[in-house]
C-alpha cells in the first residue's frame, strides 16, 4: 500500500477539476431520473380513435360517448368518407377505427341485431390488446344494458338473428389490422433498426473525429489545402456508405429471421433512410466539436442514447408522456424515423401517410447540420 494515500489525493484533484465527470455522474442520473419516471408509463389510455358515422342519429352517438367515457379512447377525428377513414390508420394518426352503418339505429329500432365494424392497428400488440378488450367489454355491456331495457318493457328478445333466435342488440365485427397474430417482434424489430442504426453512427462519427483530434492527426488535416466542405464530405461519405450497408443487413435479418415483411415501397423506405443517417451524422459531428476527448464522445452519445430508446416510441407509447416530456421528445431524430420506419413496414403508408414525420425529420436534420458545421467551421478556425 506504499503511496496509496497520494495516489488517492491524485486522482481526488484529478476529478475535482474534471468538471464534466462531476456533471455526468451527479447531476444527469438525477435529472434523468426525474425525466424518464414521469415519461415512463405503461397504462394504455386515450388511443386515438378515428369514427365513420353513416348512422349519425342518438343510438349512434350515444355508442361513441361511450368508447370516449371509457378513457381508453379519444376522438383523434370525426370522418365523412371511406378514405379519409382508411388514411387515418394507415398514417398512423389513428390505432382504431369505428365504422357505423347507415342502418345501425334502424335495426336496432325493428328489433334486428346491428353491426358494428371496428378496425385496430395491430402493429403495437400492447395497445391494439387493450383497444380490443375495451371495444368488445363496452359494445356487450351496451347490448346488454338494451336488451334489458327492451326486455321489461315488451317482455321479448331484443333482437334475433338470420333464423329468428335471441340474440344481443349489436354484434362486434372486430378486424386487427397489418399485425393480426399481435406478434410483438412485428412492433419492436423495425424499431430496433432505428436504434442500432442511430447508436452504430453516432458513436462511429463522433468517437472518430475525436480519436483524430487526440493523436493531431486532424489538425494535420487543418493546414492542408482542403476545403472545409471537402474535409467533411471525404470524412463522412464513408460512414454514410456503411450506415447504407448496415441498413441493407439488419433489414434482410428482420424480413428473414423474424418474418417481418415490408408492405411499403422499398425505394420510400431507402430514400427516407438516407435523411435519418445524414442527421444522425450531422448529430455525430455535432458530438465530436463539443467533446475534447473519447471519454466526453461517449458520456455525450450515451446522453443522446438513453432519450432515444425511452422517450422516442420505441418502448413506451408517446401519447401517455406529460406534454414537457413529449416536446422534449419531439427533437430527437428517432421519434420520427420510427414512425416512418413503422408506417412503410407495418401499415405499407405512401409519403402522403408519412408527410408530418418527413418534415419532422427533415426539421430536425437542417437545424442539426447547422450547428455541426457552425461549430466545426468554429474549431477549424
Known amino acids: 500500500m506504499s503511496g496509496f494515500l497520494a495516489v488517492l489525493l491524485k486522482e481526488f484533484a484529478h476529478i475535482r477539476r474534471d468538471r464534466s465527470t462531476i456533471v455526468f455522474v451527479l447531476i444527469i442520473p438525477a435529472l434523468q431520473l426525474m425525466i424518464f419516471g414521469y415519461a415512463i408509463d405503461v397504462t394504455i389510455e386515450n388511443i386515438p380513435l378515428v369514427v365513420y358515422d353513416l348512422d349519425g342519429r342518438s343510438d349512434s352517438r350515444r355508442l361513441t360517448e361511450a368508447l370516449v367515457n371509457s378513457g381508453t379512447f379519444r376522438i383523434e377525428d370525426r370522418v365523412q368518407d371511406a378514405e379519409a377513414f382508411r388514411r387515418a390508420l394507415t398514417s398512423g394518426k389513428a390505432k382504431a377505427g369505428v365504422l357505423i352503418p347507415a342502418d345501425y339505429s334502424e335495426r336496432l329500432l325493428h328489433g334486428e341485431q346491428a353491426h358494428l365494424q371496428v378496425l385496430i392497428d395491430g402493429s403495437d400488440s400492447q395497445v391494439a390488446t387493450t ?13 346488454v344494458e338494451r336488451a334489458r331495457g327492451i326486455a321489461m318493457q315488451r317482455n321479448m328478445a331484443p333482437a334475433r338473428d338470420d333464423v329468428g333466435d335471441p340474440v344481443l342488440a349489436i354484434e362486434v365485427r372486430s378486424r386487427l389490422l397489418y399485425n ?15 436504434i442500432i442504426l442511430q447508436l452504430v453512427l453516432l458513436f462511429l462519427t463522433s468517437f472518430s473525429i475525436v480519436r483524430e483530434l487526440e493523436m493531431g492527426t486532424l489538425e494535420q488535416l487543418f493546414v492542408t489545402p482542403v476545403s472545409r466542405g471537402g474535409l467533411l464530405f471525404g470524412k463522412l461519405t464513408p460512414y454514410a456508405l456503411l450506415a447504407f450497408l448496415e441498413l441493407m443487413i ?3 435479418v428482420m424480413t428473414t429471421i423474424f418474418a417481418v415483411p415490408i408492405n411499403g415501397s422499398i425505394p420510400l423506405l431507402l430514400g427516407l433512410s438516407a435523411l435519418f443517417i445524414v442527421t444522425v451524422l450531422g448529430l455525430g459531428l455535432l458530438i465530436s466539436t463539443l467533446a475534447t476527448s473519447q471519454l466526453q464522445s461517449m458520456q455525450f452519445s450515451f446522453l443522446v442514447m438513453l432519450p432515444s430508446v425511452l422517450l422516442s416510441g420505441f418502448m413506451f407509447p408517446r401519447a401517455e408522456m406529460p406534454l414537457p416530456i413529449y416536446l422534449i421528445s419531439m427533437v430527437l431524430p428517432v421519434t420520427y424515423f420510427l414512425e416512418i ?17 418527413v418534415i419532422g425529420l427533415s426539421v430536425i436534420c437542417l437545424i442539426i447540420l447547422t450547428l455541426s458545421l457552425t461549430r466545426f467551421r468554429k474549431q477549424v478556425a
Open 341 to 357: 420506419l413503422r408506417g412503410i413496414i407495418l401499415r405499407g403508408a405512401d409519403l402522403i401517410d408519412l408527410i408530418p414525420h
Open 131 to 143: 383497444a380490443l378488450n375495451t371495444v368488445n367489454l363496452l359494445v356487450n355491456q351496451f347490448a
Open 250 to 252: 439488419v433489414l434482410t
Open 180 to 194: 393480426p397474430s399481435l406478434e410483438s417482434a412485428r412492433f419492436f424489430v423495425p424499431g430496433l433498426v432505428a
